[in-house]
């Protein structure tokens, strides 16, 4: 069974812009939860979906969002670009939301410059 | 909020030797779930193992094996006969209801296995 996947793998951008982010779910997962990796802040919990509702939300300002899909799949945007914002961003995935287990993707690397 | 703390920022280990990561946590909830999970320098997450609060059981997956002391609130991470493939950075997590079970990760240890 294919594992999570997020594309990009790498992306840069410029402070101001806007980014979208993709990750696709193990086959049969339907919970997609996000999470943000830095050196200063370590991993920070941003979002989880299920069944295409958004069911938690971390401390993150409005401009990160995201959705899901009906196939599971999720998307994370950031708008208006910050120097700040540079950080990997992880997708992990469960069958259920809840206490299942996740598992992650291999992560997205965001450079904002 | 509950926290996570890691004491040991890097650990060394011999091949073929055994080392124990630390993790403490504090919460309040008796039902919560505590993972470890692995992050080698492809930055890929792999889970490790995980244990669930309501068992008194340690966890253990082959070489990898928990001592989790609920009273404490300790969670260690026991790594018998380690490889050179164990070199990562491991994560400590917590999850439970009253955080929507959001996983709470540690700083992290790195943990560097030498020849």
């Known amino acids: 069974k294919a594992g999570v996947t997020q594309t990009p793998r790498y992306l840069i951008k410029t402070r101001g812009q806007q980014v979208t982010l993709s990750c696709s779910p193990i086959s049969g997962h339907r919970s997609v939860s996000w999470y943000q990796q830095t050196p200063g802040q370590g991993l920070q919990f941003l979002f989880e979906?299920?069944?295409?509702?958004?069911?938690n939300k971390g401390n993150f300002p409005g401009r990160f969002s995201g959705r899901q899909f009906s196939n599971s799949r999720s998307e994370m945007n950031v708008s208006t670009l910050e120097l700040g914002d540079s950080a990997l961003y992880l997708c992990?995935?469960?069958?259920?939301?809840?206490?299942?287990?996740?598992?992650f993707g291999p992560g997205t690397r965001l450079l904002v410059l | 909020a509950q926290t996570v703390t890691q004491s040991q920022p890097e650990m060394s280990v011999q091949e073929a030797e055994t080392v124990t990561l630390s993790c403490t946590y504090d919460t309040s909830e008796s039902d919560y779930y505590l993972f470890w999970y692995k992050q080698p320098p492809s930055r890929q997450m792999i889970l490790v193992i995980r244990?669930?609060?309501?068992?008194?059981q340690n966890a253990t997956e082959n070489r990898f094996s928990v001592n989790f002391q609920k009273a404490a609130k300790s969670f260690s991470l026991k790594i018998s006969d380690s490889q050179l493939g164990d070199a990562a950075m491991y994560f400590c997590a917590y999850r439970s209801a009253d955080s929507g079970y959001a996983l709470n990760f540690g700083k992290g240890t790195s943990l560097l296995v030498t020849p």
């Open positions: 244990q669930e609060a309501y068992k008194q």
């Open positions: 979906y299920f069944s295409e509702t958004q069911r």
């Open positions: 992990a995935s469960s069958l259920f939301a809840g206490e299942q287990t996740q598992y």
